[in-house]
């Protein structure tokens, strides 16, 4: 069974531009979360996709936003880029039970 | 408060000892509660989750949990070189189904 996964791998935008990263979730899931890992900081809830809507999301400012579309696969958006946003983007996904599964990442470097 | 909180460590321990990591968490309303593994890298894997208090036993991996004191605790039996990595602990208030992690502890397992 294919696990989740993210595109890209890695990614360099520069202050203003906006980012946009993307994540599969394993096959029959239907939930995607997404979290924010900065250096030294532990994982940050960003958002959460449930049947295509949005059902919670963390402590971070409006420039944060995404979408899951009707296969469940998820978009995560990051406008006006800050150097502060330079971190690692993990997805994980979800069949409801609490346990969540993470693919491996986008590394995003905001210059 | 942090929702979570861990001792960062490093904890170091010889191989074949018993490793003992901890968790408190601030909210008494936390329901679900799972112990990550995240090997230098890479991103977190999910090894142990416990819904009800007491102990979980799965393989080398035994999660403890007393809600009364908001404690969680992962004890690795015979430890291995390849146990060496950072464990994350995460807690799921069920309400708005978000979770929250602590920052890892640091294990590391000496030949």
């Known amino acids: 069974e294919a696990g989740v996964t993210q595109s890209p791998t890695h990614l360099i935008k520069t202050r203003g531009q906006q980012a946009t990263l993307r994540c599969s979730p394993i096959s029959g899931h239907t939930s995607v979360y997404w979290y924010q890992q900065a250096l030294g900081l532990g994982l940050q809830f960003l958002l959460w996709y449930d049947e295509g809507e949005e059902r919670n999301r963390g402590n971070f400012p409006p420039r944060f936003s995404g979408r899951q579309f009707p296969n469940y696969s998820s978009e995560l958006n990051v406008n006006a880029l800050e150097l502060e946003d330079s971190a690692l983007y993990l997805c994980?996904?979800?069949?409801?039970?609490?346990?969540?599964?993470f693919g491996p990442g986008t590394r995003l470097t905001v210059l | 408060q942090k929702e979570v909180e861990q001792n960062s460590g490093p904890l170091s321990v010889p191989e074949g000892a018993i490793a003992s990591l901890n968790c408190t968490y601030s909210?008494?309303?936390?329901?679900?509660f799972f112990w990550y593994r995240q090997y230098s890298g890479k991103s977190p894997e999910l090894i142990m989750s416990i819904y009800s208090n007491g102990d979980k036993e799965d393989g080398r991996f035994t999660a403890q949990l007393n809600k009364a004191s908001q404690y969680v605790s992962l004890l690795i039996r015979d430890s291995q070189p390849s146990d060496s990595a950072t464990y994350l602990c995460a807690v799921n208030r069920n309400t708005g189904n978000q979770f929250y992690f602590g920052t890892g502890t640091s294990l590391t397992v000496i030949p």
């Open positions: 994980a996904s979800s069949l409801g039970d609490w346990r969540e599964y």
């Open positions: 909210d008494r309303g936390s329901q679900s």
